[in-house]
T-cell receptor, first 110, second 117 residues
Framework: TQLLEQSPQFLSIQEGENLTVYCNSS?????LQWYRQEPGEGPVLLVT?????EVKKLKRLTFQFGDARKDSSLHITAAQPGDTGLYLC??????????FGKGTRLSVIA | GAVVSQHPSWVICKSGTSVKIECRSL??????MFWYRQFPKQSLMLMAT?????????EQGVEKDKFLINHASLTLSTLTVTSAHPEDSSFYIC?????????????FGPGTRLTVL
């Protein structure tokens, strides 16, 4: 059973478009982290959200944690080719291993 | 953010040899480190949890005698792939846990590409 469902799995858009990636679960997490991974490299932490309803912004990226702390979304405004990569959400409880979604592979075409 | 390094970044070895991969947390202490394996175009697959000073906890289906993990200090964990075979070829990534006030964050190393001939 996949605890974290990420959607869409693949997304190909034109430069300048907006997009949203969703991460949903039936489980409550104490924290949720978003990572971006480029080919041949390790995932890079973008943000950690811990409070239900929390919204965090990182330049053109907006992250939201659901009120019940079961879901999260990542919204990218005016996507650029440099945003291309694999976006992973991961839920955690304390010191236990993160539970990862399957990832969203984003391709932004110039 | 916290920095995690991995060495080597890539390695090519002959079938039957052993390969050691190091994972270091450079600017923080990590009581817990994790080892992942990633196949092309897939998400991360957790192999084991490495706790400083104690035995690693392996995920179901991961052979502990095949993938030896040692967490000798708060900044170093090693993964040794013993008697490597071509099917062990993969991208191996470690992560280290940094404790925050209310939660823990995991930071990943850059990964090690293992190719077994």
């Amino acid at each position: 059973t996949q605890l974290l469902e990420q959607s869409p799995q693949f997304l190909s858009i034109q430069e300048g478009e907006n997009l949203t990636v969703y991460c949903n679960s039936s489980s409550v997490f104490s924290s949720l982290q978003w990572y971006r991974q480029e080919p041949g490299e390790g995932p890079v932490l973008l943000v950690t959200v811990v409070t239900g309803g929390e919204v965090k912004k990182l330049k053109r990226l907006t992250f939201q944690f659901g009120d019940a702390r079961k879901d999260s979304s990542l919204h990218i405004t005016a996507a650029q080719p440099g945003d291309t990569g694999l976006y992973l959400c991961a839920g955690g409880w304390g010191n236990t291993p993160l539970v990862f979604g399957k990832g969203t592979r984003l391709s932004v075409i110039a | 953010g916290a920095v995690v390094s991995q060495h080597p970044s890539w390695v090519i070895c002959k079938s039957g040899t052993s390969v050691k991969i190091e994972c270091r947390s450079l600017d923080f202490q990590a009581t817990t480190m994790f080892w992942y394996r990633q196949f092309p175009k897939q998400s991360l697959m957790l192999m084991a949890t490495s706790n400083e000073g104690s035995k690693a906890t392996y995920e179901q289906g991961v052979e502990k005698d095949k993938f030896l993990i040692n967490h000798a200090s708060l900044t170093l964990s090693t993964l040794t792939v013993t008697s490597a075979h071509p099917e062990d070829s993969s991208f191996y990534i470690c992560s280290a846990t940094a404790k925050r006030e209310e939660y823990n964050e995991q930071f990943f190393g850059p990964g090690t590409r293992l190719t077994v001939l």
